[in-house]
């Protein structure tokens, strides 16, 4: 639709004063017709009457096309600071360009927020990208060189894509996690024996011992999330524990500890380790590490309100505490 700001539109959008001038000019004209007074001197006030009212209209026409002209620049640029509003000439007005404002800010914090988003998912499927490369550019190695192909070499090449494979299932997951979670009682014993059972080879290929006795903790939570959590705890345990080293895994109460005797964190890195991409001085110059997988850990945890926290002293190990009592659901 066409935005006309000619006067005939202006006057068309007045229909109330046009309309009080016509009562005046009605009522004054029956008092005088009433009374017998001269026709000339109505004639004479209904033109001064008129005349006021074009001065009026005109004035009041300049003051509404340039705030149509404002209103059609901000057609094109619509979210615009204070400065492109002209002063508000009633409090209407005023709260009109209040709520714009308030729009504005919205809009910005929402461009500002998913752009974030933008570049963190960019960032980190460009280090994913790189990162399963390895394993592939491995397995192919591994066809193309050995006359007869090392079965449990291959096995660990592709345990590793599945690895990335499912990391990166479960970044995009995160999205709408809130959906996606089912929470009941469950033997905590039973979903670390099920991560446990994931890394069997990879213990065995490092030759690292595992200290794992049953215990009879029961937990409310989600087990499909708290199983890839504590997979991840065990992953990292793994990467980071040279061989012949030890893992061990207990219970206390609703409390799962998982603890090693790998190469630690170091004093300064551990405040930072649950950050998004952080990989700490050992991820990045050792092991080539994402930076995702505790990030993920702490997002899960937050979503479940459970808690996870780290332990560790370089080249004395890392004790990971997930703590599953601080949930209080009532369930039927």
């Known amino acids: 639709m066409e935005k006309k700001t000619g006067f005939i539109t202006y006057v068309t959008q007045q229909p109330k004063v046009i309309a009080l001038m016509l009562c005046l000019y009605l009522i004054t004209g029956s008092v005088f017709y009433l009374y017998q007074l001269p026709y000339e001197a109505y004639v004479y006030i209904v033109l001064m009457g008129s005349m006021a009212g074009t001065v009026v209209m005109i004035s009041g026409y300049h003051r509404w096309k340039d705030k149509m002209e404002m209103l059609k620049r901000l057609e094109i640029q619509p979210y615009c600071d204070r400065t492109w ?36 998912a960019k960032d980190y499927y460009t280090m994913w990208a790189h990162q399963i490369k390895t394993p592939i ?24 894509i599945e690895q990335y494979v499912e990391m990166v ?17 469950i033997q905590l014993y039973e979903i670390a024996r099920e991560a446990v059972h994931k890394y069997s080879s990879s213990f065995i290929r490092k030759k690292i011992k595992l ?7 029961v937990v409310l939570t989600d087990e499909k999330w708290s199983v890839f959590v504590i997979e991840q705890i065990l992953s990292n345990a793994l990467k980071y ?44 110059m050792e092991y080539k590490a994402t930076g995702i997988g505790l990030y993920l850990c702490r997002e899960i945890m937050e979503k479940l309100n459970h808690k996870i926290s780290i332990e ?4 004395k190990g ?12 009532e369930i039927e």
């Open 137 to 160: 550019a491995a397995m192919r190695l591994l066809l193309q060189t050995e006359a007869q192909l090392d079965k449990k070499e291959l096995e660990e090449e592709l345990f590793r």
């Open 85 to 120: 509003y002209p002063n508000a000439s009633n409090v209407q007005e005023y709260y009109y360009q209040e709520a714009m404002l308030a729009l504005k800010q919205q809009y910005d914090d929402d461009a500002a927020f998913h752009q974030k988003r933008w570049k963190e």
């Open 318 to 329: 890392t004790m990971v505490t997930i703590d599953f009592t601080t949930r209080k659901v």
């Open 312 to 315: 560790s002293k370089p080249e």
């Open 241 to 284: 524990t040279k061989s012949g080293g030890t893992i061990r895994i207990m219970a206390e109460d609703e409390k799962l500890y998982i603890s090693d005797t790998g190469i630690g964190i170091a004093k300064e890195d551990l405040p930072r380790v649950f950050e998004r991409g952080f990989t700490g001085y050992n991820g990045r």
């Open 169 to 185: 299932l479960s970044y995009l997951r995160m999205e709408d996690i809130n959906t996606d979670l089912v929470l009941h009682k």
């Open 211 to 217: 200290e794992f006795q049953p215990f009879s903790s």
